[in-house]
Every structure is written in C-alpha cells, then in structure tokens.
C-alpha cells in the first residue's frame, strides 16, 4: 500500500468494556436533551461575551432577590449555571475524543480507498489477459453511473465518491 496514514489494531477484548462505558456516560448524562432544528434556530444562544453577562445576572440576582418577580426561579438560574460549570470540561474531553475518533475513521476510509484504487490500476495495467478482467470490470462497475458511462478514476487522483 502506498499510503497508511493510520495503522490500527483494535483488540476485540475492549469492545465490550468499551462499550460499557458508552452505555454508563448514557446512563450518567440521562437528563441531556436533544433539539430540533428549528429549536436550534429559536433559541437565544449564549456566547463568549453573554457568558460573563449572564454571570453578573445571577449574581445580581441572588444579592437582589426581593426585587425579583415572585415566579423568577433563582434556584433554576443557579442549578442551569452550576450544571454548565460540571459539564464543560467533561464537554471538551469528549469533543477532543470525538474529533480523534472521526479523524481516524476518515483517514481508515483513506487508506482504504487508496489501497483499492492501487489494486485497481493494477488491475488495469497488468491484469490483461491473464484472467482478470472480470474482476477488473467488477471493480470498474463502481465508477460507472446508472445514466451513463463515467470516466474511470486515474488512480492516485485522490478523487473519490
């Protein structure tokens, strides 16, 4: 192969402890929510700059909570900020790990994909005669659409699809 951008070996004997854990993060994180898209879009989003704002809010809040509506819920304003303060750190851990994780499914697709593409030419270049050519068309068939014929890859093109 000429490429092998990752080499990874995963040891069956770590799925299922590996999978335990998944199942204990669900269990641990029951209360995460999913949104739609839609309430995505509707909803007011905290950034950087509103963070400190929304801060100083609770703050002067709980110093001033005779002046706040009799319905305001203080303790719903502190639990939501204590809940974001414990879930950050454990947030990025898993955006890192996750980022890894995709990063290496992408770069496995790649090696793949340029291991068949090297099987492939020489399928095309050596294989004439000698056998091969059903395997070859076979291979070919991908690079074909249903329309009409698609021109084969040159291979080491990096295209894909």
Same mark, same amino acid.
């Given at each position: 192969?000429?490429?092998?951008?990752?080499?990874?070996?995963?040891?069956?004997?770590?799925l299922?402890?590996l999978?335990?854990?998944?199942?204990?993060?669900?269990?641990?994180?029951?209360?995460?929510?999913?949104l739609?898209?839609?309430?995505? =879009?509707?909803?007011?989003?905290?950034?950087?700059?509103?963070e400190?704002?929304?801060?100083?809010?609770?703050?002067?809040?709980?110093?001033?909570?005779g002046?706040?509506?009799?319905?305001?819920?203080?303790?719903?304003?502190?639990r939501? #900020?204590?809940?974001?303060?414990?879930?950050?750190?454990?947030?990025?851990?898993?955006?890192?790990?996750? #980022? =890894?994780?995709?990063?290496?499914?992408?770069?496995?697709?790649?090696?793949?994909?340029?291991?068949?593409?090297?099987?492939?030419?020489?399928?095309?270049?050596?294989?004439?005669?000698?056998?091969?050519?059903?395997?070859? =068309?076979?291979?070919?068939?991908?690079?074909?659409?249903? =329309? #009409?014929?698609?021109?084969?890859?040159?291979?080491?093109?990096?295209?894909?699809?």
């Amino acid at each position: 192969m000429s490429q092998n951008l990752v080499d990874l070996q995963i040891d069956t004997s770590v799925l299922d402890p590996l999978d335990s854990a998944i199942l204990q993060m669900e269990n641990s994180l029951a209360g995460l929510i999913s949104l739609t898209p839609e309430q995505r =879009r509707g909803l007011t989003k905290m950034g950087e700059k509103s963070e400190a704002f929304c801060r100083a809010a609770l703050n002067v809040a709980q110093q001033h909570a005779g002046t706040m509506a009799r319905d305001f819920d203080i303790e719903g304003f502190q639990r939501d #900020q204590q809940a974001l303060d414990l879930l950050r750190p454990r947030i990025l851990r898993i955006a890192h790990l996750y #980022q =890894r994780v995709t990063d290496t499914e992408m770069a496995l697709g790649s090696d793949l994909m340029a291991a068949a593409l090297e099987v492939y030419g020489v399928l095309k270049v050596a294989g004439k005669g000698k056998g091969l050519d059903e395997a070859r =068309r076979n291979l070919g068939a991908r690079w074909r659409s249903s =329309r #009409q014929g698609t021109e084969e890859p040159e291979v080491g093109s990096g295209n894909s699809g």
